[in-house]
């Protein structure tokens, strides 16, 4: 699993693991986020090794995918978890900054699904990782939105291709969750000619539910995917938004 350490990504790693799958954990720079967790995992009996590796990187999605199938015995499911956010008025937008995004959010997890197919067999599942930016406005957002709903559109364009192998890919598209990214920018989510909010309620009354949701609950929308009461789900995006508008 890319971007494994923390987050949606260490909820994820703890709903397989419960279910029984042995879990590879990716990280990028906080190994020690990374170890404590594989530890965690360990101490259930969970064979957890931690990888590290740049997803921006083809070659090293390449080496973190091979190496995750050789230290598991094999590889089931894919679960494409690595992203960064960006905010940017339109005329402060940098190539740079466009193709940092791009690298992380839409090559990183097209390399990772195309790594794991090779290793995938039929009953075999890829989840890829987009936003319920993908399909509502706001404000400075253009760079990352566009970004995640490349992703909802490769995960519906890879299905027939991989459906012939037996192979099923999906996405979530999760809304504003309780997680230290969300916290850093949920302020960036409001209209900006409204009053400021404190941040923990700024995106949580842009849910039908009132709240944010907990990394569990995505957790259990990524487990449902890659598991066999899926097994007709593919080309999907699975929005886990708490009725977000």
Do not use: C, W
């Amino acid at each position: 699993m890319t971007g494994g350490s923390r987050g949606i990504g260490a909820a994820v790693a703890r709903r397989l693991a419960a279910e029984g799958a042995s879990v590879a954990i990716n990280y990028h720079a906080n190994s020690g986020a990374a170890r404590e967790l594989a530890a965690e995992l360990a101490a259930t009996g969970v064979a957890a090794p931690v990888i590290q590796a740049d997803v921006s990187d083809p070659e090293q999605v390449g080496r973190l995918v091979d190496e995750a199938a050789d230290r598991l015995g094999g590889l089931d499911i894919l679960v494409s978890n690595a992203g960064i956010e960006h905010f940017g008025e339109l005329e402060t937008i940098t190539p740079a900054q466009f193709d940092q995004v791009y690298s992380v959010n839409v090559r990183g997890q097209l390399f990772a699904a195309q790594h794991a197919a090779r290793h995938l067999g039929p009953g075999g599942s890829i989840v890829l990782m987009s936003s319920v930016s993908s399909s509502i406005s706001v404000f400075h957002h253009a760079v990352y939105a566009s970004s995640k709903a490349a992703v909802r559109v490769a995960a519906r364009n890879l299905a027939p291709e991989l459906g012939r192998r037996g192979i099923r890919v999906n996405a979530i598209a999760p809304g504003g969750t309780a997680t230290d990214m969300a916290a850093e920018v949920a302020h960036l989510y409001q209209h900006p000619d409204l009053p400021d909010l404190p941040p923990e309620t700024s995106l949580s009354v842009m849910a039908a539910l009132g709240r944010l949701a907990r990394p569990e609950e995505i957790a259990a929308a990524v487990a449902f995917l890659a598991s066999d009461d899926a097994s007709y789900v593919t080309g999907s995006t699975l929005e886990v938004d708490g009725g977000m508008f």
